[in-house]
């Protein structure tokens, strides 16, 4: 290989350093030396390859890769903190989003769809990303992680990931007469599934979304828009199914209007916020509440084993969960606005559970119109938020 690079470099008439270039020993107990232009190559450890750092003891020759990755991302997100990329009395969770896939998400995934990831590397990226997302929405680590992905309509970043792999196998298929091409051939019709083939892992994704065929795509390959579409369509789709199985089975989302979530589509809670950082702070307060992970009495009492009392510590009469906080508990002066003005309003508050449902996700009810969700939401947000405040005074 190095004689070749010489041979060419003659040729054309151009310059390989020396001191720029190195070799690594991939999976060798043996040392050799490696020359150019009489020079001896230096053999270390690891080496930076086109962004891609590379190493020679692991299995993949990839161990530090998504390390670096998600270090690079981190650094990012703190450079943005001063434009309010965070948490709590920052922007609206939704403009933060659009940061993170303009800035973080490029960086955090780049290079990663050539490589091959571990388990271990997915579940990383996965567990910096959704802890990332928890954070612009203030919601604590043990909010539900389809609960987080679906209020901001955001996908996994395994699906990122899988998205950027298939665009590029598509790129691959539809150069003729390249050398990507003829090696996609060999390598679909000599590899097996358990070899470390970059394009039986292609086999693999096309497999768990339903999608044609890499044999068939290599015959017949599908123009960029039509390919693009069918991804985003059937990959988005499995998720969102995924997502909203994994939240029917979550008691604490019973209240949390999952159903009719989209990727793309920012929840209510926090779309009609707007970019005020009061109406941020109090959808905060609205967004733990329907998350079921507002720290109620019940709540300590559970965490601590029953040590702890769950009898509301202000009225002192029953336990304190959502619906004591909310409507029952004769502490909190408590009122409910007259905000909807249709037939089914006596219907839906003569119910308990109704009401507790509209106060916390309104959008549950598809007979209020887009304005009733907006002004219901506006409401019930002040409404939890002064709930919050004379709490927390109460128990002072």
Known sequence: MLDLQTFHANK????????????????????????????????PENAVHLGIKRDKLSRLGTKEVVPGRIQ?????????????????????????????????????????EVILLSKTDISNLT?????????????????????????????????????????????????DNSVERDLAFRQLAMKTESSNSWFRKVVTITELYDLPSPHDLLVNP??????????????????ITKLKSEASEKSSLNLLNYTDAEFGSIHSIWNTC??????????????????????LQCDKSKFSKRQISAICPLCGIEDENRLHFILRCSSLKTFIKDVVTT??????????????????????????????VFKVECITRGLCFKLHQVRSNLLR
């Not at 997302?133 to 992905?149: C, E, S």
């Not at 970019?275 to 720290?295: D, F, G, Q, V």
């Not at 549950?364 to 887009?370: A, E, G, M, Q, T």
């Open 12 to 43: 054309y008439r151009y310059l390989i350093s020396s001191q720029k270039s190195c070799v690594l020993n991939y999976r060798c107990a043996d040392s050799f030396d490696w020359s150019i232009n009489g020079e001896i190559l230096d053999t």
């Open 72 to 112: 690079l991302a981190r650094q990012t997100v703190y450079s943005l903190m001063g434009a309010g990329l965070y948490g709590l009395n920052g922007v609206n969770p939704k403009v933060s989003l659009h940061l993170i896939r303009c800035y973080v998400i490029p960086r955090l995934l780049y290079g990663l």
């Open 127 to 175: 567990i910096y990303f959704v802890k990332l997302l928890k954070r612009i929405q203030h919601l604590p680590d043990r909010t539900a992680n389809a609960a987080v992905l679906l209020l901001i309509g955001q996908i996994p970043i395994e699906a990122e990931i899988h998205k950027r792999i298939l665009g590029i196998f598509r790129n691959i298929i539809d150069n």
């Open 222 to 239: 599908p123009s960029k828009s039509k390919w693009k579409k069918l991804v985003n369509s059937l990959v988005n789709y499995y998720w």
């Open 274 to 295: 707007g970019s005020e950082p009061y109406s941020t702070l109090r959808a905060c307060i609205k967004s733990k509440l329907a998350c079921n992970t507002y720290t």
């Open 343 to 372: 037939k089914l309003y006596d219907e839906l508050f003569s119910s308990e559970i109704n009401t507790l449902q509209l106060i916390i996700d309104c959008s549950v009810f598809h007979f209020l119109s887009r304005g009733d």
